[in-house]
């Protein structure tokens, strides 16, 4: 299973949110290249992106700040936040980001979700964030009447290959990932499932390797120190793709 260290990027800081509400934004980093480094040094192969500000304005906000750490580091990185048109895609795809996340425009606009995956294929992922089961959007300001699971084979059969699915009450609480929606995500669909949100330690790590999902996300529990970097690879059993 891979292990994703997460850099959100706000305002052009490092930042980290609770629940997603924009107004709990806490620093937690100087410098996203030096922070995107340490994570490499430590054993990632890939880093995880999002641009706030461009997932609430709908257009990339801070993507100079993304490119610097695919210039400058050998990380894989993907990028969500604000991505809502095609020649969105392809401006971070042609500067090297190795696969680009699709929100709130897959759940608002499918024929364009479509159309991406059918022209870029496993570079594009799918993130679904649920609230109380029901997927929300828009930097997670809204919530939709769309069923997580609905959604989920939606997109499997738009030809979707990942899936990324974050329960927002965990999201930047440290309280665990939800086991059961991610389990039955997993098993609703062929998708690749990548865990986000409420990883805490180690033992969350490999409670989410049991469910044989294809990532976990890791980032508060980073910058706080519940959870190590290496300790997270090692318990996920490396950093092979397959």
Request: glycine share 10%.
């Amino acid at each position: 299973m891979l292990i994703f260290p997460a850099i959100d990027i706000k305002d052009g800081e490092c930042v980290r949110l609770r629940r997603g509400d924009y107004a709990t934004a806490q620093k937690v980093a100087e410098d996203a290249l030096q922070t995107a480094r340490s994570f490499e040094a430590e054993g990632a192969a890939w880093l995880h992106m999002v641009d706030l500000n461009g997932a609430k304005d709908a257009h990339p906000v801070n993507a100079s700040l993304v490119f610097q750490v695919v210039r400058k580091t050998g990380l894989k990185v993907e990028i969500g936040g604000g991505i809502r048109q095609m020649d969105t895609v392809a401006y971070y795809l042609q500067n090297g980001v190795s696969r680009v996340i699709l929100g709130s425009a897959a759940l608002r606009n499918p024929a364009f979700a479509k159309e991406a995956v059918r022209k870029w294929k496993e570079q594009i992922a799918i993130g679904i964030d649920a609230r109380e089961g029901k997927v929300a959007a828009e930097g997670w300001q809204k919530t939709s009447t769309v069923d997580y699971l609905d959604f989920a084979k939606q997109m499997e059969q738009i030809g979707a290959q990942t899936l990324i699915f974050t329960d927002i009450s965990r999201d930047g609480m440290l309280s665990g990932p939800n086991l059961e929606m991610l389990d039955r995500m997993n098993q609703s669909v062929s998708c690749r499932v990548v865990a986000s949100g409420g990883i805490r330690h180690s033992a969350d790590i490999t409670a989410l390797k049991a469910l044989n999902l294809y990532g976990a996300i890791c980032g508060k529990s980073l910058y706080e120190g519940t959870l190590n970097l290496s300790d997270a690879i090692s318990a996920a059993g490396g950093q092979d793709e397959t």
